[in-house]
């Protein structure tokens, strides 16, 4: 499976605690003012590469605490974002996704629910400049949310009941 990439920053350390291994994902819709990552906006531009070979170089990688998607919306390729970290996530490193789409908007997706049972923290909600807030932690304005998911056992359940429906 192929993911759409702006960039990797290989060794972070300001997407999120720790050594992380950033992935920009390539494409978003929203447009929101002042954005930070303009070029990531185009849906056919960055590189296509291979979920398969990225996940082994950052397996290959012993430092590393955590992984983070940011973007461009992660979501919008939320199959091949699942793809990508699923070993990942089975080697016991930290996981945190960004995205434009609110978790209330996220859980109403049925295609976005497999990304969501990878990770372990979302932050949430489009960036607003009238909401900006550069104190704020890992977030770049006050409507985000940092959301802790614990609960991944209970977000594969709702996975399984909405294949259902
Ligand atoms: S959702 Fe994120 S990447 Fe997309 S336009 Fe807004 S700030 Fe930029």
New binding site residues.
Partial sequence: MKLRIAGLARESVVDGPGIRFAVFTQG?????PG????T??DLTGGELVDCATLTAEILRNLHLDGVTLT???PFLQAAACAALLGPIRQAGLHIIA???FTWEELCTQPDALPLLCQLDVLVDG??RADLRSPELPFR?SRNQRIINLPFRDVVQLSTNHLRKL
Wanted: proline share 10%; with cysteine; charged share 15%.
């Fill in positions: 978003c819709r929203r447009n929101c954005c930070h990552n303009p990531t906006h973007g461009g919306e960004y995205s434009g489009p960036y770049g």
